[in-house]
């Protein structure tokens, strides 16, 4: 029975090429949207899953809430002694370790790279169990200058040669010992290094107090449970640790979150950490996008299926009156469309395979669809084609096994109202999701051209950034490293920072302004000479830093402070009332100074961020004044190039680095570059989004030809008396699209409402972003209605340039 429903599933395949193309492409369609959309769903839940102690590891994060009013700031770095302090107060806890991450430069023999580090106990390694390939596991970070490579890290300094014993070249200066080697981290894990130091390395290169100054954030601190413990009463006596430590109020201004391992990557957004994280919201997103697709490609099914209902309704007659139970019919027409779906998985997964290379390039995954390497996943596809062949198969099996075998076979057979209206509903239902995700592409297109458009207060063009790692930023050296590029001709301008535009601002202090009574806190941004003209920041009041004057270099009693506008104006002055007045910035000694000038305000970081009060400062020396922790020496030089000569320039600028620094690479970038990355995500969602817009209005539109179709062919006889009568090709192909025309209508009303509530909250974690028109709304909505045009007025106009006859005539 079986092989005889297969027989007759391929011969009716086979006999209508066209509707079964149609269903194949738009079944694989939709098979490939959700393939590579649960592939990159399945990477991004099983982020950090893959540790044995996964469900038992935490990480403690710190959050602080000002006293002045200033808005909460959620870390994800905590200070260096709480890993040992909640250790000690509670016996639910059986480990604890820290991870610092660092960049730093390595040698040896002549070869010198950059790597990203990180500052780890020795501990880490009860806690995750990397996978070890060489060294004491129990004490491979115990004693300083000792550090644990990852494999290819070990390859690229030592190759085949055994790297147990061997000596690094730390920062040019200090000797590390290999102790340890393990393979390279997964890609989907939060944690981020290619080298760990010691941790009784740190204060040698951070700073003496850089393991006891409880302040200093930038340790990501992990608990290891005991099995069977819960979190939950560590996190309720956080406050009385606080209190205990950190002294009588601690806890009104410090509280703490307790985030599970396997949660980091999704659902944690805070300040410092150590990898770019996902985001639940797009996981979600997208899973509910590659499910629609699907279904809309059921839907298509079902209206092809029915569309060619009237073709095949002779033969239900035929077979009924043989002797064909309805059972049997069902059975036949869903096996029918599981064949269809079958081949369209096997096209799919061909396309999957073409695709992933690319697909992995655009998320910078290695995701891999191993058919094999999992037990599950072969049954799981045959599931998933049986699932959609059946939800797609249903409807048209239950409507064409209805037909009376007395009325097909005098072909008067007809389509029901409720057929009809099914019909209808689906294709508003398609029209509607394609719609919704046309004004959501649209949107996220119109907010990355207003933030790359948006006035930033700066100039990021032809600029070029050096940047530096040692614990003294550019170096003593940095005045006459900075005479010598200015000597050449492909550079215009050299100055310097703590921190360029387009990454995070500068470390917040506690600011005490003439004629207040309250402290509150601002971000602290060091600077060299030339600062703003380097970087065409427009001077509002006073006057810009001077090598001239000693106040503008820290070193009198009363230093010079240069504040933004915004800074002035939540200080309560004008830009020109400001000047003269005095400042203190609680922190480094700087001390009480005096406010010289006000400039432009600046958009340090994305358009997520509002802009914040900036006070600018030069250090004593450069690079001089150094802060264990915040790193508050000049690290980026910001060196502007002529436009002519650009590689010049490049070749320059690493020359005269050399020159400086033998042992340490040069570490170059464009701003622009770091410009481009702050939006990555969201051009990133914008290209996704425009593929799938376009994949949904290619499948809707597929469900509109076989609705069409089947309208068309059902009015067939109409259309013959119509041309008979007179009527021409363009008012048949009017009157036809007249009535699709009012379904696209309905699924524009539909689908506005939706993409206004869905696309306001996606512009809401903006603090600055465009205002929703309804240009927006109009221009996809009518993109949707002439698509829909052209794909019904083509199938109209061919059916209105038949013969007559052929339509009027009754066999």
Sequence with gaps: MWLNYLKISLRAAVGNRLFSAINVVGLAIGFVCFLLIGLYVNDELRYDRHYANAERIYRLSPDVTPNDGSPDTHWAASGPLVAEQFKQEFEEIERTARLRPWRVDLAYEGSAFRENAAFADNDLFAIFDFHWLQGDVEAALLQPFTTVLTASVARKYFGDADPLGQTLLLQGSYPVQVTGVIEDLPRNTHLRFDMLLSMPTAPTLLGSNALTNPTLLGYHTYVLLRAGASIDRIVALAPDIYERYLGEGASAIWGLTAMRLTDIHLHSHRESELNAPGSSASVYAFSAIALIILLMACFNFMNLAIARGLQRAKEVGVRKTLGALRVQMLVQFIAEAVLMAAFAMIVA????????????????????????????????????????????????????????????????????????????????????????????????????????????????????????????????????????????????????????????????????????????????????????????????????????????????????????????????????????????????????????????????????????????????????????????????????????????????????????????????????????????????????????????????????????????????????????????????????????????????????????????????QFAYRIDLTPLVFIGSGAIALCIAWVTVGAIAAKAASGRPVLALRYE
């Design 349 to 764: 997964i061909a396309a999957v395979e073409l695709l992933l290379p690319a697909f992995n390039a655009f998320l910078q995954k290695q995701i891999t669809f191993a058919y094999f390497g999992n037990v599950w996943t072969i049954p799981a596809l045959a599931l998933l084609v049986v699932l959609t062949g059946t939800v797609a198969g249903a409807y048209p099996a239950f409507y064409l096994s209805a037909f009376a075998p007395s009325r097909v076979l005098k072909g008067i057979a007809a389509a029901g109202r409720r057929s009809v209206a099914l019909r209808g509903v689906l294709v508003v239902v398609q029209f509607s999701i394609a719609i919704v995700l046309l004004v959501a592409t649209a949107v996220v297109f119109l907010q990355m051209r207003f933030a790359s458009a948006i006035e930033l207060g700066y100039d990021k063009d032809q600029i070029v950034v050096l940047s530096t790692t040692g614990r003294e930023g550019l170096g003593r050296q940095w005045d006459a490293m900075k005479e010598r590029l200015l000597a050449a001709p492909e550079i215009e301008s050299v100055t310097a920072s703590n921190v360029v535009p387009a990454s995070s601002v500068a470390t917040s202090y506690f600011i005490r302004h003439e004629g207040g009574t309250d402290q509150r806190t601002m971000p602290v941004l060091l600077v060299d000479f030339e600062f703003f003209e380097t970087y065409g920041i427009r001077l509002l009041a006073g006057r810009s830093f001077s090598k001239a004057l000693d106040p503008d270099r820290a070193q009198a009693a009363n230093p010079s402070y240069i504040v933004n506008a915004l800074a002035a104006r939540q200080l309560g002055w004008s830009p020109e009332e400001a000047i003269g007045k005095g400042l203190e910035v609680t922190c480094c000694n700087f001390g009480n100074g005096t406010i010289v000038g006000v400039v432009d305000d600046v958009y340090f970081e994305s358009l997520h961020m509002p802009l914040a009060p900036t006070v600018y400062l030069v250090p004593p020396e450069p690079a001089a004044v150094i802060h264990s922790e915040t790193r508050l020496g000049l690290q980026q030089a910001s060196i502007r190039i002529r436009g002519n000569d650009a590689q010049g320039a490049l070749a320059r600028i690493r020359e005269t680095w050399t020159a400086f620094f033998p042992n340490q690479p040069a570490s170059l970038r464009l701003l622009q570059d770091d410009f481009d990355a702050l939006y990555q995500s969201e051009y990133n969602q914008n290209r996704m989004l425009f593929g799938f817009s376009a994949l949904a209005i290619f499948i809707a539109c597929l469900g509109l030809f076989g609705l069409a179709s089947f309208s068309t062919e059902r009015r067939r006889k109409e259309i013959g008396v119509r041309k008979v009568m007179g009527g021409s090709v363009w008012s048949i192909v009017r009157l036809v699209t007249h009535e699709f025309s009012r379904l696209v209508l309905l699924a524009n009303l539909i689908a506005w409402p939706v993409a206004y509530l869905v696309m306001q909250r996606w512009l809401a």
